[in-house]
């Protein structure tokens, strides 16, 4: 059976942590960021977790953790 191969697209934007989750960036803090509160936008410097429902497809873009 060949290797499957990352998706490099994938790999960039997602990263697993240590237990097996998949940790992402927040959106919507790129543009506009003068209507948005100082505590609203220190709020999107955090990371999120992938919801469940999204894992078992991030799982076959990133077959090898990334």
């Keep these: 059976m060949p ?3 990352t998706s490099r697209a994938a790999a960039k934007r997602f990263k697993r942590t240590a237990t097996g989750k ?3 960036a927040k959106a919507y803090a790129r543009h506009h960021l003068g209507i948005k509160s100082r505590k609203r936008k220190r709020h999107l410097h955090a990371s999120a ?3 469940p429902t999204e894992r078992k ?5 990133l077959p ?3």
């Design 3 to 5: 290797k499957m191969k």
């Design 22 to 24: 998949i940790k992402r």
């Design 49 to 51: 977790i992938v919801e």
């Design 57 to 61: 497809q991030l799982r076959k873009l």
């Design 64 to 66: 090898y953790g990334a």
